[in-house]
């Protein structure tokens, strides 16, 4: 699975997933790193920055664990939204 690209891999995912009653999902990561994880707000100039400081709001956090959290906040959003239309 290493070797995998990432294609191939959401493919298997899913497919195990899908064998053992699972639901997974897609959520669409873009600026995920890049938006506060208190107030929303995008900041697009951060360079190679690992930490991220809010212009907005001041709040400061690791842009891996933000990316992390706003992608688990999407896919409750987007999984709740998804479920009142099925």
């Known amino acids: ?10 493919c298997h ?12 999902i897609d959520v ?8 506060c994880t208190k107030c929303g707000h995008k900041h697009s100039k951060l360079g190679g920055s690992k930490t991220f ?3 907005n709001c001041g709040h ?3 842009r891996d664990w933000g990316g992390a959290r706003n992608i688990m906040i999407r896919a409750l959003r987007d999984g709740y939204e998804s479920s009142l239309y099925q």
């Not at 995912?13 to 997974?24: D, H, M, N, P, T």
């Open 28 to 35: 669409n990561e873009s600026y995920t790193s890049k938006t």
């Open 1 to 10: 699975m290493l070797t995998w690209g990432h294609y191939r891999f959401e």
């Open 53 to 55: 400081k809010c212009p």
């Open 13 to 24: 995912l899913k497919q195990s997933a899908k064998k053992r009653g699972v639901v997974v």
């Open 60 to 62: 400061e956090h690791d």
